[in-house]
T-cell receptor
């Protein structure tokens, strides 16, 4: 069974630009959560999607948004990028026989110059 | 509030046992997790425990939960150099939202 895939793996953008990251869940998983990981703040929850609906949201500004498609794939978008948005963005998916197990993808490393 | 605390570093010798500790504040947490992160990689789910259990064993891993003190620990028996990584504990009481600790960097010396 294929794991969680995230694309792209690496991105370099400049301030003010926007970026879209993609997450494809494990087959059968319907919940997708996004996390931001930085050396200073650690791992912070961004939002969770289930059946194309946002079910939970963290404390991030409105520049961070997401969506989920009918095949459970999810995208997150960050608009008007700031230097502080440089981070590893991780998605985690759950579902199937055990919704309590969340499996993470390898992450997208975003660098904002 | 929600807060998870871990010590930042642990160094052990190969073959010894490692014990990584974690405290959390949210008494309504339903599940508590341990994840492992190697350099440049995502998080690997090691094990998790339901809040009504006090112990779970899985091969070299033993999780102990003291719900009264809100204390969680992960014991790795016969620690190997391949166990060197950052270990995160996390709590969950709201579906997909995990609250993570800062991570404990485990260094295993030969």
């Amino acid at each position: 069974k294929a794991g969680v895939t995230q694309t792209p793996r690496y991105l370099i953008k400049t301030r003010g630009q926007q970026v879209t990251l993609s997450c494809s869940p494990i087959s059968g998983h319907r919940s997708v959560s996004w996390y931001q990981q930085t050396p200073g703040q650690g791992l912070q929850f961004l939002f969770e999607y289930f059946s194309e609906t946002q079910r939970n949201k963290g404390n991030f500004p409105g520049r961070f948004s997401g969506r989920q498609f009918s095949n459970s794939r999810s995208e997150m978008n960050v608009s008007t990028l700031e230097l502080g948005d440089s981070a590893l963005y991780l998605c985690a998916t759950s579902g199937g026989t055990n919704y309590n197990e969340q499996f993470f993808g390898p992450g997208t490393r975003l660098t904002v110059l | 509030g929600e807060d998870v605390e871990q010590s930042l570093f642990l160094s052990v010798r190969e073959g010894d046992s490692s014990v990584i500790n974690c405290t959390y504040t949210d008494s309504s947490s339903t599940y508590l997790y341990w994840y492992k992160q190697e350099p440049g990689a995502g998080l690997q789910l090691l094990t998790y425990i339901f809040s009504n259990m006090d112990m779970k064993q899985d091969q070299r891993l033993t999780v102990l939960l003291n719900k009264k003190d809100k204390h969680l620990s992960l014991r790795i028996a016969d620690t190997q150099t391949g166990d060197s990584a950052i270990y995160f504990c996390a709590e969950n009481n709201q579906g997909g939202k995990l609250i993570f600790g800062q991570g404990t960097e485990l260094s295993v010396k030969p």
